[in-house]
């Protein structure tokens, strides 16, 4: 079954630590993939997505992810977390196919900052 | 450019009645999704409209319908209201139906059925 794994529902750090937010996934050929954010109150913005090629992607806000095949993760990270990164994170696959996107979320991992 | 928006924000229901819910999609986008995201959970697809017809669903039973309108704008329709269907309610919309286009997502709508 194709699914979406975030092992951790809740992630402390403290202002200017490094993150890193683990994904796996389970799917039948490699997927795009994509991590997105919500803030209280808001929809999901979109940090960033692989389709192919470098295995290292660099998105918004200065997160990056590393796709790994062998290890089917896709984990977000960020050298230095300010205060406003606080929200939670959603990890999605969609097929890399033409036709219907349906995207499948993990379940979010909620970040809190530290002051 | 206008982005996602969608309405109402908030919504209350008695178990079985039916809800409307809105989504104005973004300026030359002409595909919407819609998703589920019950509390603490990731969102689900419920289905997706491209260019006025469902393009794909998801896991969920006719009594959630939809349309879209000329305008791409579009309607998420659940009949027969259950106490589970309490969820906040996304849509998204993209320039094309498939999975390289990104969605962008409206605020969601909050909708409490008792």
């Known amino acids: 079954a194709q699914s979406v794994t975030q092992p951790d529902i809740h992630i402390t750090v403290s202002e200017g630590a490094s993150l890193e937010l683990r994904c796996n996934y389970s799917y039948g050929a490699t997927p795009y993939l994509f991590w997105y954010v919500q803030s209280p109150g808001q929809g999901l913005q979109l940090l960033l997505k692989y389709f192919s090629g470098d295995t290292l992607v660099q998105g918004i806000k200065g997160f990056e992810a590393e796709f790994k095949r062998s290890q089917s993760s896709f984990n977000l990270r960020k050298p230095s977390v300010h205060w406003s990164d606080a929200a939670e994170y959603f990890c999605a696959v969609a097929p890399a196919t033409s036709g219907t996107y349906k995207y499948i979320f993990g379940t979010g991992t909620r970040l809190k900052v530290l002051a | 450019e206008t982005g996602v928006t969608q309405s109402p924000t908030h919504l209350i229901k008695t178990r079985g009645q039916q809800v409307t819910l809105r989504c104005s999609s973004q300026s030359g986008h002409n595909t919407v999704s819609w998703y589920q995201q019950a509390l603490g959970q990731g969102p689900q697809f419920i289905f997706q409209y491209y260019r006025e017809e469902e393009n794909g669903r998801g896991n969920f039973p006719p009594r959630f319908s939809g349309l879209q309108f000329p305008n791409y704008s579009s309607e998420l329709n659940v009949n027969a209201l259950e106490l589970d269907d309490s969820a906040l309610y996304l849509c998204?919309?993209?320039?094309?139906?498939?999975?390289?286009?990104?969605?962008?997502f409206g605020p969601g709508t909050r909708l409490t059925v008792l």
């Open positions: 998204a919309s993209s320039r094309g139906g498939t999975s390289v286009d990104t969605q962008y």
